[in-house]
Each structure stands twice: as structure tokens, then as C-alpha cells.
């Protein structure tokens, strides 16, 4: 299989709401058009920056046709289906399919604390429902489930299985995984440390804080790729200024907030996320001078 597609770049689309709380389908093309045009190579959508896990089945379906459409085959696609319910992820598997998404992605089940076993039938169940690839969504501080290079091999049996999204600082388990015999994409999932994670291997990176600010994510992609590893870690240092303001008022909210800024509507996040402080709003109109 060619994975080329898959390597570089993805932004986890943030996902906008109308003012009466409906997806907004004109605001995704508006972020995904300009995240585009400043070169990010495609999409994570639905994600824990997209807010999946507090939309219905429905919604997250609608979500998976507005962002295909609005991408028009430009950049390569990813739907993240994960949720407790396996049923449900099926299904939303199948959407994204029929939707034209390259591959999807899924969270491990969480809250009932479930057995290795019951997370590998969980993974093959939703992988073998479709025929695009599966990429894992590795994020132990979610659901605590530990995924190491072992269970890794063990899943990866199953050829449909092709990635991992790495939601954690352990980079020395990203290292691993690259060990493995298929070599399996993994994809860097803190933004804070992207050039960290491409120097351990990853083959690129997805993250919430390209959606307003993908050329810095962009450069630092190439800049490593060309070697020239001192000017990329100037630019991860910037970002992570930035960053470190996101923490203080809410990730989410305030890239929300700097779109806004921009002029995209999003309505901010749903609840039980809190809304944006005063300072917090204030803080977005800084950082968007700064970009
Ligand atoms: O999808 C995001 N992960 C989570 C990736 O939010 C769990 C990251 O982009 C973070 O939001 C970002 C800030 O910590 O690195």
C-alpha cells in the first residue's frame, strides 16, 4: 500500500456551530480551504479538537460529509469514529467510506475500564466493517488504556490496521512502534512537541493548533525534512508560546476563539466545556497580532 498520502501535516478540524448549536458547514469549508492553502495535507476530523465524543451520531456523520465535501479530494482525509459503542462506530465507519475518507481512526473504548481483549475485538470489529484502512488512536490519558509496542504487533495482524495517532510525550514508545515489522505510520499528537516526535521517527503530525496557525506546522515539517533542524526548533519554540496561553484559557475554546477573530464563525464549544473568559477573548485578539 502507498502511504505517501498519509504522511505530513493534518490539522484535527475543529468542529463550528451555527448560532443555533447546528454543525456549520460553511465554516468548515472556510477552515479547511484556508488551512489548505497554506499547505497542511489533509484532515483528522472528528476528533477530540472535533468535539466528537459530545456530538450525536448523527451530527458526527453530517460532520463527515461537510468536511469531504468542502475538501473535494484536495487533502487526505481521516474520520475518527471511536466512541464506547461499537455499533455506533460502525456505522459512523461506514459514512465516512461512503464519504470518500482515506482511512478512519478511533479512540480506544473508554469508562468501563475494558479488558485488552474486549479493545482488540472492539478495533477489529469497526476495522473489518470497511474497506479503508484503520489508524489507531493511542491517547492513554483518556481511557487509560496502555498501548505499547507489543499490543501493537499483536493488532497490527490484522492488515488493515496501518497507523497510530500518538496522544501521548512518550516518545520513546512512538520509537518503538517505528521498530515494528510493517512499519506502521505514527503520527506525533502533541503539537507542543512535533519536531520531538519527527526526531524519534514520527512520519508527521495531527494536531488542534494547526487549524489557525498550519504554516507554522507546515515549515517545521519541511524544515526538518531539509535537516535544518536549529530553524525548526525556533518555530516549535513560537508555537509553544502560544501554546502555553491556549493551557491557561481552554485549548479548544481559544483556538476557537482565534478562527473567530479571524472572521470564521464558530460559537465556541459545546457543553460541559466552559465558555471563553474575558481574558481569555482578549488573549485571542493578542496571539492573532502575533501569528
Ligand atoms: O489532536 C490534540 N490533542 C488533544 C491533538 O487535544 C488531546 C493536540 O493538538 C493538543 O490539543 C495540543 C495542545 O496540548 O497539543
Same mark, same amino acid.
Given at each position: 500500500?502507498d502511504k $505517501?498520502?498519509?504522511?505530513?501535516?493534518?490539522?484535527?478540524?475543529?468542529?463550528?456551530?451555527?448560532?443555533?448549536?447546528?454543525?456549520?458547514?460553511?465554516?468548515?469549508?472556510?477552515?479547511?480551504?484556508?488551512?489548505?492553502?497554506?499547505?497542511?495535507?489533509?484532515?483528522?476530523?472528528?476528533?477530540?479538537t472535533?468535539?466528537?465524543?459530545? &456530538?450525536?451520531?448523527?451530527?458526527?456523520?453530517?460532520?463527515?460529509?461537510?468536511?469531504?465535501?468542502?475538501?473535494?479530494?484536495?487533502?487526505? @482525509?481521516?474520520?475518527?469514529?471511536?466512541?464506547?459503542?461499537?455499533?455506533?462506530?460502525?456505522? @459512523?465507519?461506514?459514512?465516512?467510506?461512503?464519504?470518500?475518507?482515506?482511512?478512519? $481512526?478511533?479512540?480506544?473504548?473508554?469508562?468501563?475500564?475494558?479488558?485488552?481483549?474486549?479493545?482488540?475485538?472492539?478495533?477489529?470489529?469497526?476495522?473489518?466493517?470497511?474497506?479503508?484502512?484503520?489508524? @489507531?488512536?493511542?491517547?492513554?490519558?483518556?481511557?487509560?488504556?496502555?498501548?505499547?509496542k507489543?499490543?501493537?504487533?499483536?493488532?497490527?495482524?490484522?492488515?488493515?490496521?496501518?497507523?497510530?495517532?500518538?496522544t501521548?510525550?512518550?516518545?520513546?514508545?512512538?520509537?518503538?512502534?517505528?521498530?515494528?515489522?510493517?512499519?506502521?505510520?505514527?503520527?506525533?499528537?502533541?503539537?507542543?512537541?512535533?519536531?520531538?516526535g519527527? $526526531?524519534?521517527?514520527?512520519?508527521?503530525?495531527?494536531?488542534?493548533?494547526?487549524?489557525?496557525?498550519?504554516?507554522?506546522?507546515?515549515? @517545521?515539517?519541511?524544515?526538518?525534512?531539509?535537516?535544518?533542524?536549529?530553524?525548526?526548533?525556533?518555530?516549535?519554540?513560537?508555537?509553544?508560546?502560544?501554546?502555553?496561553? &491556549?493551557?491557561?484559557?481552554?485549548?479548544?475554546?481559544?483556538?476557537?476563539?482565534?478562527?473567530?477573530?479571524?472572521?470564521?464563525?464558530?460559537?465556541?464549544?459545546?457543553?460541559?466545556?466552559?465558555?471563553? $473568559?474575558?481574558?481569555?477573548?482578549?488573549?485571542?485578539?493578542?496571539?492573532?497580532?502575533?501569528?
Amino acid at each position: 500500500m502507498d502511504k $505517501s498520502k498519509f504522511r505530513g501535516v493534518f490539522s484535527a478540524l475543529l468542529t463550528p456551530y451555527t448560532k443555533d448549536d447546528k454543525i456549520n458547514g460553511s465554516s468548515i469549508k472556510k477552515i479547511i480551504d484556508m488551512n489548505l492553502s497554506k499547505g497542511i495535507n489533509g484532515f483528522y476530523v472528528g476528533g477530540s479538537t472535533g468535539e466528537g465524543m459530545l &456530538l450525536t451520531v448523527e451530527e458526527r456523520k453530517e460532520l463527515f460529509r461537510y468536511a469531504s465535501e468542502a475538501n473535494a479530494g484536495r487533502g487526505t @482525509m481521516i474520520a475518527h469514529v471511536g466512541t464506547i459503542n461499537t455499533k455506533h462506530a460502525i456505522e @459512523m465507519a461506514k459514512c465516512a467510506e461512503e464519504a470518500g475518507y482515506d482511512a478512519i $481512526s478511533a479512540v480506544a473504548p473508554y469508562y468501563y475500564g475494558f479488558s485488552y481483549e474486549a479493545i482488540k475485538g472492539y478495533y477489529n470489529d469497526i476495522a473489518n466493517s470497511v474497506n479503508i484502512p484503520m489508524i @489507531m488512536y493511542n491517547f492513554p490519558n483518556a481511557n487509560g488504556f496502555v498501548f505499547n509496542k507489543e499490543r501493537a504487533e499483536d493488532m497490527f495482524k490484522n492488515k488493515k490496521f496501518i497507523g497510530i495517532k500518538h496522544t501521548t510525550a512518550d516518545l520513546f514508545a512512538l520509537q518503538q512502534f517505528k521498530t515494528m515489522e510493517c512499519d506502521p505510520l505514527v503520527y506525533n499528537g502533541f503539537d507542543e512537541m512535533l519536531v520531538a516526535g519527527l $526526531s524519534m521517527g514520527a512520519d508527521g503530525g495531527i494536531g488542534s493548533t494547526y487549524n489557525f496557525m498550519p504554516e507554522k506546522y507546515v515549515k @517545521m515539517y519541511s524544515l526538518f525534512k531539509e535537516g535544518n533542524i536549529k530553524e525548526a526548533q525556533k518555530i516549535q519554540f513560537e508555537a509553544n508560546e502560544i501554546i502555553t496561553q &491556549l493551557i491557561k484559557y481552554g485549548v479548544f475554546a481559544m483556538e476557537k476563539g482565534i478562527l473567530e477573530e479571524m472572521g470564521i464563525e464558530m460559537n465556541g464549544c459545546r457543553k460541559p466545556f466552559t465558555e471563553l $473568559s474575558a481574558e481569555g477573548k482578549k488573549a485571542c485578539k493578542e496571539i492573532l497580532k502575533s501569528l
